[in-house]
């Protein structure tokens, strides 16, 4: 049996490959926190894309690619089918998105669906990782102890039904965080553990395999990884979460609230009646009707001179006779329409206006003559 180095570039790949399961599968819990607050199908389908390529391509298969740069075998160089490689990335998206699928939008028992979607996904992934070892191509023969890889398989279900539950349940950023690092700590667990479940028999040859070299596929899976994540993050922070449309949703009702109170205010104000207009004198009419204005000094009300020259007002307003016009004048003045200028009021007696009390009185001085 040749030697296997997983390690070749030292801590390198393993610690990007941590670094991008962790990077993945917070991206994939927070789309999954957007999944659940989702209002429409159009909505939740597109967080579901987002989410199964977050932890699916990123989280997964990215990290399964670069932990596999550090791979090499004694006496064999290693070349890697493109289309196997691409095949392997689809099956890990796939399994993820139809994983979550029924976690989060599923009928029946909340566990039963985490559970179910748990094994499909872990499936998925197992699945991912041997297509992606099947892709590789060396001057020897494969072989895999079975006991590893079953261990390899179970490790994969329980991390993606651990996945599935955290995708469930988690809502605040921080434990988001603290799940995405067990996460990665469970996903390179699965994938180290099926490595080291593999055998290599080296046959001499001077014959190249065939296929790409890993530092050809490199770049351009690099480049697709950054872009991808680049995406994502857009994307997510893009999007307006659950706070941002109860924020929207409370600020336009108090716009409509706002509006209603003006038009109700608009529309109180023009069927309120309209008061005032031109001021009026007092008098003219002896039954003591008043119109509009005010008590006033003057030529307004009493008399000419502002009242009676040595009178008084005693109880509050009104007159005697119905009004507090010219007619009431007193002194060397004559009444217009009647008056005795003898007359003394002392008594709030009956008008001809149907007042009893509060009237004025009227005295002449030329009754003491």
């Given at each position: 049996?040749a030697?296997?180095?997983?390690?070749?570039?030292?801590?390198?790949?393993p610690?990007?490959?941590?670094?991008?399961?962790?990077?993945?599968?917070?991206?994939?819990?927070?789309?999954?926190?957007?999944?659940?607050?989702a209002?429409?199908r159009?909505?939740?389908?597109?967080?579901?894309?987002?989410?199964?390529?977050?932890?699916?391509?990123?989280?997964?298969?990215?990290?399964?690619?670069?932990a596999?740069?550090?791979?090499?075998?004694?006496?064999?160089?290693?070349?890697?089918?493109?289309?196997?490689?691409?095949?392997?990335?689809?099956?890990?998206?796939a399994?993820?998105?139809?994983?979550l699928?029924?976690?989060?939008?599923?009928?029946?028992?909340r566990?039963?669906?985490?559970?179910?979607?748990?094994?499909?996904?872990?499936?998925?992934?197992?699945?991912?990782?041997?297509?992606?070892?099947?892709?590789?191509?060396l001057?020897?023969?494969?072989?895999?102890?079975?006991?590893?890889?079953?261990?390899?398989?179970?490790?994969?279900?329980?991390?993606?039904t651990?996945?599935?539950?955290?995708?469930?349940?988690?809502?605040?950023?921080?434990?988001?965080?603290?799940?995405?690092?067990?996460m990665?700590?469970?996903?390179?667990?699965?994938?180290?553990?099926?490595?080291?479940?593999?055998?290599?028999?080296?046959e001499?040859?001077?014959?190249?395999?065939?296929?790409?070299?890993?530092?050809s596929?490199?770049?351009?899976?690099?480049?697709?990884?950054?872009?991808?994540?680049i995406?994502?993050?857009?994307?997510?922070?893009?999007?307006?979460?659950?706070?941002?449309?109860a924020?929207?949703?409370?600020l336009?009702?108090?716009?409509?609230?706002l509006?209603?109170?003006?038009?109700?205010?608009?529309?109180q104000?023009?069927?309120?009646?309209?008061?005032g207009?031109?001021?009026?004198?007092?008098?003219?009419?002896?039954?003591?009707?008043?119109?509009?204005?005010?008590?006033?000094?003057?030529s307004?009300?009493?008399?000419?001179?502002?009242?009676?020259?040595d009178?008084?007002?005693?109880?509050?307003?009104g007159?005697?006779?119905?009004?507090g016009?010219?007619?009431?004048?007193?002194?060397?003045?004559q009444?217009?329409?009647?008056?005795?200028?003898?007359?003394?009021?002392?008594?709030?007696?009956?008008?001809?206006?149907?007042?009893?009390?509060?009237?004025?009185?009227?005295?002449?001085?030329?009754?003491?003559?």
């Amino acid at each position: 049996m040749a030697h296997i180095h997983h390690f070749d570039h030292g801590w390198i790949t393993p610690t990007i490959s941590y670094v991008l399961s962790v990077l993945g599968s917070m991206l994939a819990l927070t789309c999954a926190v957007r999944l659940r607050a989702a209002k429409t199908r159009g909505e939740r389908i597109w967080w579901l894309v987002l989410a199964s390529v977050s932890l699916g391509g990123t989280g997964i298969w990215s990290m399964h690619f670069v932990a596999m740069l550090g791979f090499s075998v004694d006496g064999s160089p290693i070349r890697y089918d493109v289309g196997l490689t691409a095949a392997s990335a689809i099956i890990a998206v796939a399994a993820v998105a139809v994983g979550l699928s029924i976690a989060a939008l599923g009928t029946g028992a909340r566990n039963a669906r985490i559970v179910t979607g748990g094994v499909i996904s872990g499936l998925g992934v197992a699945g991912m990782h041997y297509t992606g070892m099947a892709a590789m191509h060396l001057n020897g023969e494969i072989s895999y102890g079975m006991a590893r890889v079953g261990l390899s398989i179970a490790i994969a279900v329980v991390a993606a039904t651990v996945a599935l539950w955290l995708a469930v349940t988690v809502h605040t950023p921080f434990i988001i965080f603290v799940s995405a690092l067990v996460m990665g700590v469970a996903v390179n667990g699965m994938h180290f553990t099926g490595m080291s479940a593999m055998g290599v028999q080296v046959e001499a040859t001077a014959s190249q395999p065939g296929g790409a070299s890993a530092s050809s596929m490199i770049i351009a899976i690099g480049l697709g990884v950054v872009f991808a994540i680049i995406g994502l993050a857009y994307a997510l922070l893009a999007a307006p979460t659950e706070e941002d449309r109860a924020a929207a949703a409370y600020l336009a009702s108090r716009r409509d609230g706002l509006a209603a109170a003006e038009a109700a205010a608009e529309a109180q104000a023009q069927a309120r009646p309209q008061f005032g207009g031109p001021r009026e004198t007092f008098g003219g009419n002896r039954e003591g009707g008043i119109h509009a204005g005010s008590w006033r000094g003057g030529s307004q009300g009493g008399n000419r001179d502002g009242g009676n020259r040595d009178g008084s007002y005693r109880d509050g307003g009104g007159n005697g006779d119905g009004s507090g016009n010219r007619s009431g004048r007193n002194g060397d003045s004559q009444s217009t329409f009647g008056g005795n200028r003898e007359s003394q009021q002392e008594s709030a007696r009956p008008n001809k206006s149907g007042l009893s009390s509060g009237s004025w009185t009227y005295r002449d001085r030329s009754a003491g003559r």
